[in-house]
């Protein structure tokens, strides 16, 4: 069986401010996937990255980063100089590979305010 | 995401009743899936397909059932609707190496 815990429910920050947000998974399996996905206040769901089980590489994308590290189980991720735009609520999800038929597990979320 | 759509895309119904929710998809992928999603749940999978047909159960799948009898329809069923099922519906799609899913726009469903 496959898990993700957020343990943030909630974080609040003021803009520029610097924020990290938890994701820690559990599965058996060899190969596996990890993504985020940012749900803004509109209410779609937005891929920002996904990671493959054998790729322990960070990854930058402009103000956002991801550090995974296989020997704790997580993939975390965090958001440089906070913007208000930023206000959403962050999923953290793992799936297998072909043979789970891709089937996505989220974690709970972590909503993530940004004030001005 | 303009390949995905959902409808309809906000729904109140009375217990009791049947309701059925369309997932249509313009690119002719292989995989579609149903999820939910609830406060302090994130998105639960409810069932998905894997073609034409081929469908299994996810997490959360009593109460619904589904059907594909056309690769671009995937269509969710509450045979009989609850109050518990009273949440926002998803679809997603597999695309770009078939381990990455994107999501339709949603549906909110209200069971009164």
Same mark, same amino acid.
């Given at each position: 069986?496959?898990?993700?815990?957020?343990? $943030?429910? #909630? =974080? +609040?920050?003021?803009?520029?401010?610097?924020?990290?947000?938890?994701?820690?998974?559990?599965?058996?399996?060899? /190969?596996?996937?990890?993504?985020?996905?940012?749900?803004?206040?509109?209410?779609?769901?937005?891929?920002?990255?996904?990671?493959?089980?054998?790729?322990? $590489?960070? #990854? =930058? +994308?402009?103000?956002?980063?991801?550090?995974?590290?296989?020997?704790?189980?997580?993939?975390?991720?965090?958001? /440089?100089?906070?913007?208000?735009?930023?206000?959403?609520?962050?999923?953290?999800?793992?799936?297998?590979?072909?043979?789970?038929?891709?089937?996505?597990?989220?974690?709970?979320?972590?909503?993530?305010?940004?004030?001005? | 995401?303009?390949?995905?759509?959902?409808s309809?895309?906000?729904?109140v119904?009375?217990?009791?009743?049947p309701?059925?929710?369309?997932?249509?998809?313009?690119?002719?992928?292989?995989?579609?899936?149903?999820?939910?999603?609830?406060?302090?749940?994130?998105l639960?999978?409810?069932?998905?397909?894997?073609?034409?047909?081929?469908?299994?159960?996810?997490?959360?799948?009593?109460?619904?059932?589904?059907?594909?009898?056309?690769?671009?329809?995937?269509?969710?069923?509450?045979e009989?609707?609850?109050?518990?099922?009273?949440?926002?519906?998803?679809?997603?799609?597999?695309?770009?190496?078939?381990?990455?899913?994107?999501?339709?726009?949603?549906?909110?469903?209200?069971?009164?």
């Open positions: 069986a496959q898990k993700v815990t957020q343990a $943030q429910t #909630e =974080i +609040s920050v003021v803009e520029k401010e610097d924020v990290t947000l938890d994701c820690v998974y559990e599965t058996r399996d060899t /190969t596996y996937y990890l993504f985020w996905y940012k749900q803004p206040p509109s209410g779609e769901l937005v891929f920002l990255i996904r990671r493959n089980s054998f790729d322990e $590489q960070n #990854e =930058i +994308s402009g103000r956002y980063s991801w550090n995974f590290q296989k020997s704790t189980s997580s993939f975390n991720f965090t958001i /440089t100089a906070s913007q208000v735009v930023d206000s959403a609520v962050y999923f953290c999800a793992l799936s297998g590979d072909r043979s789970n038929d891709y089937k996505l597990s989220f974690g709970a979320g972590t909503t993530v305010t940004v004030r001005a | 995401d303009a390949g995905i759509t959902q309809p895309r906000h729904k119904t009375e217990t009791g009743t309701v059925t929710l369309r997932c249509h998809q313009t690119e002719n992928h292989r995989y579609m899936y149903w999820y939910r999603q609830d406060p302090g749940h994130g639960r999978l409810i069932h998905y397909s894997y073609g034409v047909k081929d469908t299994d159960k996810g997490e959360v799948s009593d109460g619904y059932s589904v059907s594909r009898s056309k690769t671009e329809d995937f269509l969710l069923t509450l009989s609707a609850t109050s518990s099922q009273t949440s926002v519906y998803f679809c997603a799609i597999n695309r770009g190496g078939k381990e990455t899913q994107y999501f339709g726009p949603g549906t909110r469903l209200l069971v009164l």
